[in-house]
């Protein structure tokens, strides 16, 4: 088993557009705000990696686990991140890996948008099921089951995925308009155009269902 590492793995300054890029490497626990959740990191497919488990104590088990960036501020602008999710051994069949990222967090951390991928969907037999490889949610109010009953196929889109497998993620926010960008494409795999908080500023978070085994790395907030 990999030794876990704590160590600081924020590198500030580089700039682009006229922005300040914040690079994450995430093979260090420093600086990260658990919830429902613990830390460690691990070497996973080849390179070092947060990933986000269970606690005993969880309270239910739908309560997402999250990893906030303690250092991130993010309103507008540009986040991008490499995450892998399967679903942990002994999962209920309907889990799918589900994993992705939190952004404008609250500092209640109950409030927060959400883009995440359901990676074992990309590639089922199942039509309907590949439809709802990514999703959209905003916590608390709005879960993923509200929105899908109250506008089916708003929030959620196909994108090809592998379960398992290193994934990238851009998200690219603005006021109250959000795009999900998947694995270096030129066109966004969903659009929200109603971010159910408005144009607020939060922090940034690594976000999984407690039914996933969740690795991330490389995490640039801009």
Known sequence: ???????????????????????????????????????????????????????????????????IVKASSFKDGVIEAEIAGSPRPGAPSDARGFVGIAFRVQPDDSHYECFYIRPSNG????????????????????????????????????????????????IVATGTQARLYVNGAEQPALIVNDLKLGETQGRVALWADPTTDAYFSNLTIN
Do not use: C, I
């Open 123 to 170: 590639r089922a037999d199942d039509q309907l099921r590949r439809n709802h490889a990514t999703q959209y949610v905003s916590a608390p109010a709005y879960p993923w089951f509200r929105l899908r009953k109250e506008n089916p196929g708003v929030y959620e889109s196909y994108v090809d995925l592998e379960s398992g497998t290193w994934t990238r993620l851009k």
């Open 1 to 67: 088993m990999a030794a876990v590492v704590f160590l600081v793995s924020a590198s500030p300054g580089r700039w682009a557009a006229g922005a300040q890029v914040t690079s994450f490497r995430l093979d260090s626990v420093d600086g990260l705000e658990v919830v429902h959740a613990k830390t460690e990191v691990r070497t996973y497919r080849g390179r070092k990696a947060v990933r986000l488990l269970p606690v005993p104590e969880q309270e239910s088990p739908d309560d997402t686990m999250l990893a």
